[in-house]
């Protein structure tokens, strides 16, 4: 009972020499160390908790709008994928929808293999609809 509470005190200890709490940061040479040879984990963004899991319905469209106004829309549907952290964050949608004026999907472009968007990083809004007859037979080819 008294060593594994001795270890636990003493791990505290070192990392608390390692890691200083009050400034939030790796001080000394053995926590740099430590730093570049075992990164810590890149933290899960809100883009990583909506893509992985089952959050998403594989038969719905997604409208995103970039910084400069301009929008897409497209299928998110079985061969859609979008890349979550570490990574950096993109998307492919597996058809190409159009938007009319006001900004809703009303007919699918014809000849294209999807929409690729390599980096959301311009991304300023992305809007999700549930799936309808249209998003449902894209789901089922």
Do not use: C, Y
């Not at 009319?100 to 990083?121: H, M, Q, Y």
């Amino acid at each position: 009972m008294i060593i594994p509470i001795a270890v636990g005190l003493t791990a505290g200890r070192i990392t608390d020499k390692l890691f200083d709490p009050a400034k939030d940061r790796v001080t000394g040479k053995l926590a740099t160390f430590i730093n570049k040879t075992a990164p810590a984990p890149t933290a899960p963004t809100i883009w990583d908790w909506l893509f992985t899991g089952e959050r998403l319905p594989k038969s719905g469209f997604v409208v995103l709008e970039f910084s400069d106004g301009a929008r897409v829309a497209g299928a998110f549907a079985e061969e859609s994928m979008a890349l979550t952290s570490p990574e950096p964050h993109g998307l492919f949608l597996e058809r190409e929808w159009q938007l009319d004026p006001d900004g809703n999907v009303f007919a699918e472009l014809p000849d294209t293999k999807g929409l690729l968007i390599p980096s959301v990083r311009e991304v300023r809004w992305m809007r999700i609809l549930e799936s309808h007859s249209g998003a449902e037979e894209v789901g089922d080819e």
